[in-house]
């Protein structure tokens, strides 16, 4: 059994989850904060499941020129952290 709750805004979004997984019920809480623009886009999600909180993260950087074009992004999910940059 899995319950959606989401609410968009024009930055931020957040979606309630309560599963149910044989006997154990927990609800998973996750918070968006997002934006796209010409340059940044970042993405932030807090989570909560159960006595577990982590945060993940997806930002980039990137710039276009007529000679140069880059693309910084840095990730993260629980434990690991990466950096990549295009």
């Known amino acids: 059994m ?4 989401s609410s968009m805004y ?7 989850r309560i599963i149910r997984k044989g006997f154990p019920t927990y609800i998973a809480i ?3 904060l997002s934006s796209v ?4 886009m970042y993405e932030t999600r ?3 499941e159960g006595f577990i909180t982590y945060c993940t993260f997806i ?8 000679f140069m074009c880059y693309k ?10 990466n950096f990549t940059v295009k």
């Open 46 to 48: 807090i989570i909560r």
């Open 10 to 16: 024009s930055s931020m979004n957040y979606k309630i």
């Open 2 to 5: 899995k319950s959606f709750f």
């Open 37 to 40: 623009d010409s340059s940044v």
């Open 72 to 81: 910084i992004t840095v990730s993260g999910k629980r434990f690991a952290t």
């Open 30 to 32: 996750i918070w968006f």
């Open 59 to 66: 930002w980039s950087f990137s710039c276009m020129y007529s």
